[in-house]
């Protein structure tokens, strides 16, 4: 598209906000010195003049793989990084960086001292308990980062110059109207049409049973259906609270004591739902209840006053809660509205939706949950008090059998499989260390998240195999009903279909759903995506059988809506993609731009300093 298609001239770029671009300066680090490189080693590489710093690089590293930890809620092995491509993403970043900088650099681009301090004062990691700059609170977490304020204080700009650079570079674009409104007639085009869904009940005579030639059949055609998948044989041994706890003494005082500390859970008192509108004057509030005397709402005082009903909701409250107030409001004994009345808001009146009676539970009627609490606690810490003795007994070459007989853990064995029906399978920890487990692997003891504990072993990886027909003869009965039926629908929905285009009713024919309008991403309830998909596919008139994942059935295309861009609704939409091209416009911009100044700068990269960066990831 011509220039001028594209672009058009604006005034000074809007504020830069490089709080992100420095993040990885100044957390995420703690602990983390980029000093173990030596003193030799200071870049990976350059691009123009602009160097890539070895502890830039190891920060950005070493901020990539906390984000992705966090993300995935597991430890990353570095290697496992390195074959997702992370360590080359970060590269990419930096050498990016680096090619802008290098260009600013060479136009001159820069900013003063004030604009640098403006950016560091404004920091949230640099305030102090006052809320505003701190130096000492800057000094420190600089030190704790292993940067000079010289060195930071050059970064930060070299920050905000590049942030200019990629402004200048990436504003003034907008979306041509022509390809706005290609977008929009496609978007908010929609379609009306009438579907039939299929079912067993429209067939012209019941469906036969499958003959045992037919179960075979469908046996020998459908093997994937029928194999049992890859197995990985586990031996386990476990200790569990629940196993445990029935042997746990339980002390007579300790539970009074415990019912005590958490008497709020036995002993409720009465309370009220009530909801609560306040005036900003006494004189006000009267005015308001003699409207309500008058017979007048209180739903339609709330309402007068711009509110909703949930902003008056107080919730169920006691007594206590509603202090002044309390004692005339639970004087109702009905649902009403008490006051004007004092609150900590001001004079207000009060409406009494519904009672919920005081409930008690005694020490007796508590005890036997208390009891169970409190075996459950013993045991956790009794299983707690064993994990030393038996990792020592582990170290010593103890197997899983030893730790039964010697330990008294319950020894199990399971063919798990993603999914499959085992006690010890509900343990995330059991499920994730059953996955990694490798053959020869040396137990060790997993600690389970309610305070069990388990080692395991894996003994064979057992290969995906054909289940024997006897062991799934219900399954091939049943898998071969369902193709059947299928068959049978869709033949009878290639008539339909073929009715129908001639002018024949849809009703006819089954059920019939009228759909006056929907868009492409609608959805249909009950039907597959493949529903809307044909529904755009089709023209006016024209009929066709959707049949997908056991749904059988015939659309008919009555009308195509086109997209109204007069709308308010295709105004906004319009806007929306105006806005969502223009900033597609500006990245593609920006990264031509930027790829155009490292090609021209040169990238030149130490493979040496690279891996020894990396090495200390290991």
Do not use: C
Not at 65 to 79: E, K, R, T
Not at 323 to 346: K, N, R, T
Not at 400 to 419: C, I, K, Q, R, S
Not at 482 to 499: G, I, K
């Amino acid at each position: 598209m011509a220039e001028a298609d594209g672009r058009r001239s604006k005034g000074k770029a809007g504020s830069i906000v490089v709080y992100g671009l420095l993040a990885l300066l100044i957390v995420g680090l703690a602990g983390f010195s980029a000093g173990n490189f030596g003193g030799t080693i200071t870049q990976i590489g350059r691009v123009g003049d602009r160097p890539i710093r070895t502890d830039d690089y190891a920060r950005a590293l070493n901020e990539e793989l906390q984000a992705f930890q966090a993300q995935i809620g597991q430890p990353l092995p570095f290697a496992q990084a390195q074959a997702l491509g992370l360590d080359r993403q970060v590269r990419e970043r930096l050498i990016l960086t680096a090619a802008l900088d290098n260009e600013a650099a060479r136009l001159g681009l820069s900013v003063g001292d004030a604009r640098v301090a403006q950016e560091i004062t404004a920091m949230p990691a640099f305030q102090g308990v006052t809320g505003g700059f701190d130096r000492e609170t800057y000094r420190f977490t600089l030190d704790r980062n292993d940067l000079t304020e010289a060195a930071f204080e050059a970064r930060v700009r070299d920050d905000v110059a590049r942030a200019l650079l990629q402004g200048a570079v990436a504003s003034g674009f907008e979306a041509p109207q022509t390809m706005v409104d290609r977008l929009l007639a496609w978007i908010a085009e929609e379609r009306a049409f009438t579907l039939v869904a299929l079912t067993e009940a429209d067939l012209p005579e019941p469906l036969p049973e499958p003959d045992a030639a037919a179960l075979r059949a469908h046996y020998d055609e459908n093997p994937d259906a029928f194999t049992a998948p890859e197995m990985r044989r586990i031996t386990y041994a476990a200790v569990l609270p629940a196993d445990v706890a029935p042997d746990m003494a339980v002390d007579e005082a300790a539970l009074r004591a415990l019912y005590d500390e958490r008497i709020a859970e036995f002993v409720i008192p009465e309370r009220r739902l009530v909801e609560r509108l306040v005036f900003a004057t006494e004189a006000e509030a009267q005015a308001a209840r003699a409207r309500l005397d008058a017979g007048e709402s209180f739903d339609a005082l709330v309402a007068e006053r711009g509110l909703k009903l949930a902003d008056t909701d107080l919730g169920d409250v006691t007594q206590a809660d509603l202090g002044a107030a309390g004692a005339a409001v639970f004087a109702l004994a009905e649902p009403g509205v008490a006051g004007p009345l004092p609150s900590d808001l001001g004079p207000a009146l009060f409406r009494m939706n519904g009672v919920l009676a005081a409930q008690e539970t005694t020490f007796d009627q508590a005890r036997e949950a208390l009891s169970e609490e409190a075996r459950l606690d013993a045991a956790r810490r009794d299983i707690l008090d064993r994990i030393e003795a038996l990792d020592d007994l582990l170290a010593g070459g103890a197997s899983l059998e030893d730790l039964a007989t010697e330990a008294g853990l319950t020894l199990g064995t399971l063919d798990y499989v993603p999914g499959v029906d085992h006690p010890m399978a509900g343990y995330t920890a059991f499920r994730e260390a059953a996955e990694a487990v490798a053959e020869g692997d040396f137990p060790e003891l997993i600690e389970l998240d309610d305070g069990g504990l388990v080692a395991l072993r894996l003994d064979e990886i057992v290969p995906p195999a054909l289940r024997p027909y006897d062991s799934v003869a219900d399954q091939v009965a049943e898998g071969a009903r369902a193709a059947a039926l299928t068959r049978a629908l869709t033949a009878r929905a290639e008539e339909a279909a073929a009715a129908i285009a001639a002018g024949a009713q849809p009703g006819a024919w089954g059920t019939a759903q009228v759909v006056s309008a929907m868009t492409r991403d609608g959805f249909l309830d009950g039907a597959p995506a493949a529903v809307i998909e044909t529904a755009f596919a089709l023209d006016p008139g024209q009929a066709q059988v959707v049949a997908e994942g056991g749904f059988v059935g015939v659309l008919r295309l009555d009308a195509v809506i086109p997209a109204d861009p007069a709308s308010d609704q295709g105004q906004a939409l319009a806007g929306a993609l105006r806005a969502e091209i223009a900033r597609a416009l500006a990245q593609d911009a920006g990264q031509a731009f930027a790829a155009a100044k490292m090609a021209e700068a040169g990238i030149r990269l130490d493979d040496a300093a690279i891996a020894a960066v990396n090495a200390q990831f290991r």
